[in-house]
T-cell receptor, first 114, second 115 residues
């Protein structure tokens, strides 16, 4: 069984300040973890993925995430928010050894103030 | 390189009707997976097709079905529509089976409204 919890439904930051979107997961197997972003009326775009290689994963648009097995976390960060980062972000877990069906978090809405 | 194309973008149907949605994957991608997105339930996996065979299935009733053609294009069908089927339906394509380490590329979705 697997699950994913995004700890904040909304995160509000000022432009130019750091972004932290939190994600905790549970999985009976070695997980693959993903972060996706969804802008209004659009599909999801892959930001980055962890698949048991380096624990610090760099993605597009300056985002990165760190896989911490001891904390079962995969938090998404960015040093400096841009107005264009305002969107919905989804953390996704998929586990090997199981059926690979992905489980999505409920999403975190990132609000960026000028 | 063309992305994932979903048609139509918007649909309005009446309860009891059936609907077919279409998804054309990125050229060379053999996996197509389908998702339902609603405000109440969030994003949920429906099913995945790979090389014309259903490989994984989520927890949805049998009214939801799909198929994949030899050119990897996929269709999703919902029969006997209910009000609760109103949602954004997303499809995604990838080279490998969903979840096997590859990310997937999503289309923009089909917004289905059941009245």
């Amino acid at each position: 069984a697997q699950s994913v919890t995004q700890l904040d439904s909304h995160v509000s930051v000022s432009e130019g300040t750091p972004v932290l979107l939190r994600c905790n997961y549970s999985s009976s197997y070695s997980p693959s973890l993903f972060w996706y972003v969804q802008h209004p009326n659009k599909g999801l775009q892959l930001l980055l993925k962890y698949t048991s290689a380096a624990t610090l994963v760099k993605g597009i648009n300056g985002f990165e995430a760190e896989f911490k097995k001891s904390e079962t976390s995969f938090h998404l960060t960015k040093p400096s928010a841009h107005m264009s980062d305002a969107a919905e972000y989804f953390c996704v877990v998929s586990a090997s050894g199981g059926s690979y069906i992905p489980t999505f978090g409920r999403g975190t809405s990132l609000i960026v103030h000028p | 390189k063309a992305g994932v194309t979903q048609t139509p973008r918007y649909l309005i149907k009446t309860r009891g009707q059936q609907v077919t949605l279409s998804c054309s994957p990125i050229s060379g991608h053999r996996s197509v997976s389908w998702y339902q997105q609603t405000p109440g339930q969030g994003l949920q996996f429906l099913f995945e097709y790979f090389s014309e065979t259903q490989r994984n299935k989520g927890n949805f009733p049998g009214r939801f079905s799909g198929r994949q053609f030899s050119n990897s294009r996929s269709e999703m069908n919902v029969s006997t529509l209910e009000l609760g089927d109103s949602a954004l339906y997303l499809c995604a394509s990838s080279l490998a089976l969903v979840g096997q380490g590859d990310g997937y590329t999503f289309g923009s979705g089909t917004r289905l409204t059941v009245v």
